[in-house]
Each structure stands twice: as C-alpha cells, then as structure tokens.
C-alpha cells in the first residue's frame, strides 16, 4: 500500500505520457510536448533552487547555453562522440557553477540576482561573440545523437526518449525534497539561523543545489541542440532565463507538480498567442505581472491551499 | 596616444552619465521600496523613442522633450500603483518577477506601436565636434553631461535640504515609523516611482541622438544601471552616480583597448568581480545582521 | 569538570560592548538560567556561545573543547541544540518535517543517494519519522504532524522548536526565552516541559523573563546587568541579592 501510494503520481504520470501518442495528430503537436517536457525538466531543477531553496537564477539559460553549444561544438569541430560532448558540456557548466557559486551565496537577494545575472549575460556574449566556433548570431547546425549504431530521429523517437527522462526527473526530484538533503534545502529557506543551528552547512547545501540545476540545465541544452538540429545564441540569452523563472513561479514555487504545470502552460502559451502577431510579449508580460499580483504562490500552491488549507502538498 | 585615451574618457564619460541616470533611478526606487525596478531600462528606451515620436509629429523640440519626460513618468507611477502596491508584502523573487513583466509589456507596445526600426533624431545643438587635447567631443555630451550634473545636485538639495526629501529618507528607514510620524508613505511611493522613471527618460532623451534608440535598447541600458548602482553600493545616491560614471569609463576603455565585440561584458565582468571581492559595492557600508 | 564553560567572555558591537567579561560554568543535568533586565546581554550573550556571533574576547568551552567563534552548524555536531526568542521555524515546512530537520546530523545527507532513493536512506528516513512524531508527543504536539508550520498557533510552534532541538540528540540545549509571549496556562505547561528534558539528561540553559518560572525550575542563575555579571547562586540567593533588587527595581527600591 505505501509503496502504491508513494508511486500513485509517478504512475499517473507515466500512465499519461504512454497513452498521449493515442491521441496526438501530427508531428506538430508531438513537437510542443517534446518542448514541453524539456522545459518541464530544466524547471525541476531550477525550482529546486528557487523554490525549495529560495535562491534566485536569473542566469540559467547560460548554463542551458553550455550544454547545447558542447553537443554543438565539440562533434563539428574536434570530431568528439555526442554523448561525450555532452557530458563535457555538463562537467564545464557544472564547474562554472561550483567555482562561482562559493562567492554568489554568500549573497542575498538582489545581489544574487543581479551576480546570476551578469553571469548568464556573460556566457551569451561569449556564444554571439566566438564565431569562428559558435556561428555567432546566425547559430550552427548540430549533429544527430547516435548510440552504438542507432540514431535518435524525428519527433516519435524523441518523444519516448524525453518521456523517459521527464519521468526519470519527476521520481528524482521527489525523492530529493523528501530526504535529508532535501529537507535541509528547504529549512534553509525557512530560516537560515534555525538550520545552521541544526547543523546544516548552508552555503555548501546553496552550492550544492545550484551546481544540480546547472548539471540538468546543461543536459538539457544537449538533448534541445540534438533534437532541433541546430543552436542559436537565443538559447543562452536573458530572456530564455526569464521564461524559466516564470514557469517556476506561475506553477508553484516549492511545488514539483507546479514545475510541470508552469512548463506546459508557459510553453503552449506562445503557440497559442502566435495569432496575435506582434501581442506576444505584451501578453506573456501581463501574464507575468497579473500572476505575480493576485498568486504570488503560483497555481498549484494557491489551488492545494484552497482545497487543503492546513496542509502541504505530499512531497 | 593621450588623445586616443581622452576619446574614450569623452565617450565613457557620456555613456556613464546616462547609466549613472538609470543607477539613481534604481537607488530611488530601492530606498523607498526595498523594490529592484527590472523595468527601469525600459524608461530609458520609452524616453528617446517617445522624444523620437513627438519630434517627427512636428511638435518643437522643448514640448517634445517635456512629453516624452512626462509619460515615462505618468506610466511609472502606473506601474507602482497597479503592480507594486498591490503586491508589498511580496518576497523579493515575486517583487522581480512583477517588473520583469512589467519591462516586457512596455517594450511589447513599444514594438507594436512604434515598430522595430532603430531611430534618432538630431542633436540638441549641433553636431560640429569640439576639439579638446587631440580628441573630439560631441555638443550632444556637454548636453548629457550638463544635465546629469544639474539632475544630482536637484535631488542633493532636495534629500538634504527639504522636508519632502526627508520624510522619503524616513520612509526608506522605516516605513512603518514613517507613517506613525504622519508621513503618507503610499505618496512617497508614487514620486519616487514617478522621478526615478523621469530620470530613466532623461537620460535616453539626451543619449539618443549620440547612440540611436530602438523598442529593444533599454533591457541593456537598464541592466547597466542596475551594475552602476550594485558598484556604488545599492541605495547610496552619490554612490549611485560615481558607479554609473566608473562603469561607463571602464566599458569604454576595455571596448577601445581590448575587444569592442565584448564592449557589453564588461559592466558584468565587472559586478561578478566586485560581488565576489566587495560584496556591498565599492561604497557600500557595513551591517550587521541582528537575530 | 561542568559541561559549559565560559570564561572573561566580551562582545562589543561597534562602541557598544554588549556582554563584558562574563564568566561561568554550568554542570551537566542542571537547569540553568541567564537573567536580568532588558539590553542586559542576555541574548548576545545566547549567541555567542551558539556560534552566531563570534566574541570579541574570551573563551567558551564544550566539555573541555574551546568553542568560542566555531561556526553554528558545526556546533551542533558537539551536542548543541538552541531555541530562538524570535521563533526561528521553518514556516515553508509540516511541523513534523520541522522537527526532522533537526536530527539532519544523524541522518545519510548524500545528493546521488537521495535522488535515487537509496533503501537504506529511505529506512533510516522512516526511522526518523517514528522519532519526531515521539518527540512531538513529548512536547504535547501529538495531534499536530501534518500540519504546516504555518498555520499552528504560537504557542505550539514555541514547543515545536523545543522538539526540533530535541532531535538533535543535544547533550546542552539553550532556550532563549520559551514562555515569552504565552499565557500562564501556556507557561506553565513550558515549565514542566523544561523540567521533563533536564530529567531525560540534557542540560538546560534558559534565558527567560518569567520570574516565577525561572525561580521555579532553575537549578542556578546567572544575573547579567548592563552585559555584566551581577551575581549567580540558587533561586533563593538571587532572590534575596540586594544587588539584583537593585537592578530590577532601580537604586533607590
């Protein structure tokens, strides 16, 4: 019973993601749920440093830029396997992370965003900028991700590939709020004094976290360059970080179904405002600001508070 | 050589007053809200393609100049009463994310309404250089440098010599105390709101004719200010204005003597490199936290 | 040889100095309080020996180990535990989660392994939470485990910091003043809860307004005034301490 109930959205969730090719159209539509998952995953992640651990990133699409430049980079230019590329790319944005991380946390709030920030600024001047390896502005096409033979190609095949790591994250990120690691990231959040005082060493706990997002952050860079076919510099820009912090707080900061919730709405939004040539920034801004004034917890936090008051959403 | 080094100290210059405009701009809205203003750049931009507008419409250059000072700052004190007061109680993240949106929705208009062509208009008077020990300087940067003097020494006087200025020093202290003493704290947040956009604007007023503006000028711009004001140690107004010179000056000579395709690195090489070594800014003082 | 040990300790903020050559020592089991009229140090003086602020002078000893200046966290590995005057509860958090926190030395705090959901983890995780619902038992928070912290009154979240210090296994637990703010039901309640620790062998250093409750429960006290020590002794001879009437009362009582 408790392992059925511990698991009953895990199998919800892989139930949906087995039965939703019964009832997509067309590549059109298996490619906005690929998309969807990939942002799903990148905002797992990053909501587990400013929603659990109440660090701010305005910097992520930096680290995303990392990894999708790699699988870019390293394949066309020094003849390296993908998936070494893409590992290298994870190791490099999981060591900028670590080196600059140790500095960043011993600040707070505005500085924070603001050191994130120039960071993620940073690595998009360096993309726009090295032409000679990056294309510069006009981007650069990147090689089919091959293991042992078999290529992954067209959007059915990725599906399956990103409905595996989108199922992988959710179960992974689950069980790290609800481990000790988990539990401290959260109390540091709830006050810093008190956790220390139990023994949490915060800013190892602060690092720790922000090296994970930008491992998966970066990973995900990878497998977006791999699926597409080719990398622009728009991947590593602010606004990319912006969309992020956005999906994260419009489904729930410290809610990991929120993560879901704000990646799919957030990444069907554009679609769905295409009509409105010119409108869409005007409306993803108002979104923003109106979400932000009347739910500052996001969906599903202010949905679970209305229907289950005194408790938490289960971890 | 000293000439090359003086052009880029003119145009480093220039650029940092406008910066050292925007730094104010954040440090005005900080002290009376604790709020970091993400759409202060967007003031910037709305303030050169406002000015932009009005002059092609035909009106005279002063009535032009005065509109497009005055929506920036009507659409500043929007923003507080719509989006920030609902809000106060908010964390920092919610606070960011608001302007973030905000910034968004102002660019979209711009965009949609004024298009996405870059513009300019013609300098205030003339552009026949002046030559000064071997290097030129634009009229257009007496201009920008003169205002930007005339602006700091107004908000001197007025937070150090006036009662206006000192009940929004009270309320930045203690907003709670503010109120208790009878100051309407709701209105200090209005004017702060409403100056710190109308700085925004003047500054993009007086830089356009010298750099072009268009819908996308001032997310950069705004973040540029944002480092000046992180430099002098955010809320320190004369902080704020050294900051926004020191950045400008160093953007400059790195883009004349090291690589001008990294021109817009350098303000946040340079902040990740104060944060890291001082992380109050260069003027900022020492707290102490209390539990 | 007493469990705590503090020697000629001085803290000075600024050109305040705001404890000034304090010293004492408290014995293992006792339950032990810090007095003395507001601003007279007594939370500086909490801080200090929990590693929030570091001294300016002086030495703080842990069963024979200086301590002085040691970072909070790692204090908790030598047996230190504390409760905030200004609760300090992880608000984002159940009640019981709070407390679980609290045993976060005990416990296997590896990344991979918590991602992945190690079994032994996942055990030692279980464990844990048949304790903390113990413990919140003991403080008489028994119906309240799902809770978020949140939406519990005062006065349980008060106990509830004294469970999440419990939890730590302390050897020492400091209470910065566990009744403030409560009613006289409330604190009467705190008192006997005080009691009940120090008789499950952890000693306890309590800094409290309460007179009633601090002459009631204390084994000795410690009376600061002004950051300096003004006399320590048993209940009785504080009480009858000129001096310490003194203080409270002004000079010409």
């Not at chain 1, 032409?131 to 599906?159: N, R």
């Not at chain 3, 000795?220 to 300096?228: E, T």
């Amino acid at each position: 019973m408790r392992v059925l109930r511990r698991h009953s959205a895990l199998l919800f969730l892989a139930g949906l993601l087995l039965l939703l090719p019964l009832v997509l159209p067309n590549n059109f539509y298996y490619d906005i749920v690929i998309r969807m998952a990939i942002n799903a995953i990148i905002v797992l992640g990053l909501n587990l440093l400013i929603g659990f651990a109440g660090q701010i990133s305005l910097g992520h699409a930096g680290f995303i830029g990392i990894g999708a430049y790699a699988s870019a980079i390293f394949p066309t230019h020094f003849g390296w396997h993908p998936l070494v590329a893409m590992a290298a790319g994870a190791a490099i944005a999981s060591a900028i992370a670590a080196i600059l991380a140790r500095p960043i946390f011993r600040l707070k709030g505005h500085y924070l965003a603001m050191a994130t920030l120039g960071l993620g600024i940073i690595i998009a001047i360096v993309i726009k900028n090295e032409a000679a390896y990056t294309g510069g502005p006009d981007g650069m096409p990147v090689a089919a991700l091959g293991l042992m033979g078999f290529e992954i190609s067209g959007e059915k095949q990725w599906y399956w590939v990103l409905a595996a790591l989108l199922l992988f994250s959710f179960w992974a990120a689950r069980n790290l709020i609800d481990s000790p690691f988990g539990r401290a990231l959260r109390a540091l959040h709830g006050s810093e004094v008190a956790s220390q005082v139990m023994g949490v060493d915060v800013v190892r706990y602060k690092v720790a976290i922000f090296v994970l997002s930008a491992f998966f952050a970066s990973l995900m860079g990878s497998v977006t360059a791999h699926y597409i076919g080719f990398v622009t510099p728009n991947i590593a820009d602010f606004f990319h970080s912006i969309e992020l912090v956005t999906m994260v707080v419009i489904g729930g900061m410290a809610s990991i179904y929120g993560s879901l919730i704000g990646a799919i709405l957030l990444t069907a939004l554009p679609q769905a405002l295409s009509t409105f040539e010119g409108w869409e920034t005007v409306a993803f801004g108002s979104i923003l600001m109106l979400c932000m004034i009347f739910m500052p917890r996001g969906l599903v936090p202010t949905l679970t508070a209305r229907f289950r008051p005194n408790e938490r959403e289960d971890p | 050589m000293l000439s090359q080094f003086l052009q880029f100290l003119f145009s480093g210059i220039t650029v940092g007053a406008t910066y050292a405009l925007a730094a104010l701009g954040f440090t005005l809205i900080y002290n009376a809200s604790n709020v970091i203003n993400f759409a202060q750049g967007e003031f910037i931009m709305l303030g050169g393609m406002l000015a932009f507008f009005f002059m092609q419409s035909g009106l005279p250059l002063p009535l032009a100049i005065l509109l497009a000072i005055a929506i920036p700052a009507v659409v500043g004190m929007l923003l507080e009463k719509l989006a920030i007061e609902p809000a106060r109680d908010a964390e920092v993240v919610t606070l960011i994310i608001i302007t973030i949106g905000a910034s968004l929705v102002i660019r979209g208009l711009i965009q949609i309404w004024l298009g996405k062509g870059a513009h300019s208009y013609p300098a205030f008077s003339g552009s026949e250089p002046i030559h000064l020990g071997g290097a030129t300087l634009l009229p257009q940067s007496l201009w920008v440098l003169g205002v930007t003097a005339l602006v700091v020494i107004a908000l001197w006087y007025f937070f150090s010599r006036t009662l206006a200025g000192k009940a929004i020093l009270a309320t930045s202290c203690n907003r709670l105390a503010a109120e208790l003493v009878g100051i309407n704290t709701q209105w200090v947040l209005l004017v702060s709101f409403a100056r710190s956009a109308a700085l925004g604007a003047i500054g993009g007023v007086l830089l356009t004719p010298i750099t072009l503006t268009s819908y996308d000028v001032g997310i950069m711009l705004g973040l540029k200010g944002f480092v000046a004001a992180v430099v002098g140690g955010l809320g320190n107004g004369l902080g704020a204005v050294l900051g926004g010179l020191l950045v400008g000056i160093i953007e400059a000579m790195a883009a004349g003597y090291i690589s001008s395709a990294y021109k817009d690195a350098v303000p946040f090489i340079l902040i990740l490199f104060i944060l890291f070594f001082m992380p109050r800014g260069i003027f900022g003082a020492q707290v102490t936290e209390r539990v | 040889m007493a469990l705590l040990e503090v020697d000629n300790l001085s803290k000075a903020f600024g050109g305040v100095t705001a404890v000034q050559n304090v010293s004492f020592a408290v014995d293992r089991g006792l339950v032990y309080s810090v007095i003395g009229p507001n601003g007279a140090g007594k939370t500086t003086l909490f801080n200090l020996i929990t590693g929030v602020y570091t001294p300016t002078e002086g030495d703080i000893r842990l069963d024979g180990r200086s301590i002085a200046g040691v970072a909070p966290h790692q204090l908790a590995s030598q047996g230190m535990a504390r409760t905030f005057q200004n609760l300090q509860i992880c608000m984002n958090m159940t009640a019981l989660e709070n407390v679980m926190v609290g045993a976060h030395l005990q416990l296997d705090r590896n990344l991979v392994k918590a991602m992945l959901r190690f079994p032994g983890l996942a055990r030692r995780d279980r464990e844990l939470k048949d304790r903390a619902r113990e413990l919140m038992g003991f403080v008489g928070l028994g119906g309240y485990w799902n809770r978020a912290a949140n939406s519990m009154p005062y006065g349980a979240l008060k106990r509830l910091e004294i469970a999440r210090a419990l939890a730590a296994k302390p050897q020492i637990l400091f209470l910065d003043e566990p009744a403030a703010g409560l009613n006289s039901k409330d604190t009467a309640e705190i008192d006997e809860l005080v009691r009940k620790v120090a008789d499950n062998d952890v000693t306890v250093v309590l800094v409290e307004h309460d007179m009633k409750m601090v002459m009631n429960i204390s084994d000795r006290i410690l009376v600061l005034d002004y950051g300096k020590k003004l006399t320590e002794g048993t209940a009785r001879e504080v009480r009858e301490n000129p001096d310490v009437i003194a203080a409270y009362l002004g000079s010409n009582a």
